[in-house]
């Protein structure tokens, strides 16, 4: 809509007077330019500028004006398995003051604790190479006995690996879809048994998924050609701070038969298998799980359910520690079972008559990456 002119209002000022524009087409008040003008008022002489303030006698560094503070007091979580030796029956009863955590060597203040008994989520992760039809029997045995025993809750994947991983079976809470993932493994591809690489890839899969997490690797634990060396992997498995690993052996019952003989290569294959041995249990330990070496296939069930019964009942400590910094250092822990006294917690064999002290294994990672932020 135009707006009247001057000249147009002074004419109509003149004559006979006209009645009041109408409301523009969007609504709201018409402009002041109608019969009656009311002339604006003067606008104010700009004040004068305030003086700048006085320039600070402590000045921020050149470029980090931007920082700002952040307090950030980080909570560790440690999962705690108490296993009696004699039967791997897990120690029930205990309490917030049966524990001791330390890191570093430094003992820490424990504010949370609770016993934890609940779904699992984990990675089923199975050498599967052209090398013996025995570790693939083995293996398949292995994985089948872990499957069996898969509650409705719990969430799964089957992953395997020769020279290259392979994903089977996503994950899943149908047991069903882990059993038909295991029947379809039939021809293998290559001989190589790329296990540090498989593992890598296995722990970047599961940094996807919050909370506890488990990995169960099911191989005979040698490695051909792997991208990463021992040292690269085992620094993954230490970052790795919310997962466990259980490592169950293959091809036990033909070492058995072969260990010592064979001469010069027959020495040279039984090293390899030692050592293949030492780095499987050193990616339990670090992480709080454990490791077997079976010889027979009817060993395969009372492992999985004391594998099952070590991840399923655990006591959980929180602490605050008491070193903050989130500097990203390894810091190294230790958990202590004590009586009410301080003393190491002693477990007595109430079938025996003399009441012998019963030996127990105390299950916890070994240590934690502190995270470092970056702003």
Known sequence: MALASAPTARAQAAGQQQPDQAT???????????????????????????????????????????????IDVPEVTVDVGVLLEKNNQFVGGLKPENFRVYEDGAEQKVIGFKRVDAPITALLLCEFAANSYTFIYDMKNAAWAFAQQLRPQDYVALMTFDMRTQIVTDFTQDKKQILEGINMLQIPSFRETNVFDALYEGLDRLDRIQGRKYIVLIASG??????????????????????????????????????????MAGSLRDMDY?????????????????????????????????????????????????????????????????DAEGKPLRIEDSSDKKHRPLKYDIIARDGYNAKQEVE
Do not use: C, W
């Not at 969007?26 to 500028?49: N, T």
């Not at 051909?224 to 169950?248: E, G, P």
């Not at 030692?274 to 499987?280: G, H, S, W, Y």
């Not at 010889?295 to 594998?307: H, K, L, S, W, Y």
């Open 222 to 263: 040698r490695d051909s050609f792997s991208k990463l060396t021992f040292d690269k992997i085992l620094k993954r498995v230490k970052a790795s701070h919310d997962v466990t690993i259980f490592t169950v052996s293959t091809g036990g019952g033909v070492r058995a038969i072969t260990e010592g003989r064979g001469g």
């Open 274 to 338: 030692l050592q293949a041995d030492n780095e499987m249990r050193t990616f339990s330990s670090l992480t709080g799980g454990r490791s077997f070496f079976p010889r027979f296939t009817g060993e395969m069930p009372d492992i999985f359910q004391n594998i099952n019964d070590s991840i399923r009942s655990k006591y959980q400590l929180i602490y605050k520690p008491a070193n903050s910094k989130q500097d990203g250092t390894y810091r190294k822990l230790r958990v202590m079972v004590v």
């Open 24 to 70: 523009p087409d969007a609504g709201g008040p018409a402009a002041d330019s109608g019969v009656i003008v009311v002339p604006r008022k003067k606008e104010p002489a700009e004040a004068p500028l305030p003086p700048a303030p006085a320039q600070p006698t402590v000045k921020n560094p050149e470029g980090m004006s931007n920082l700002s503070l952040r």
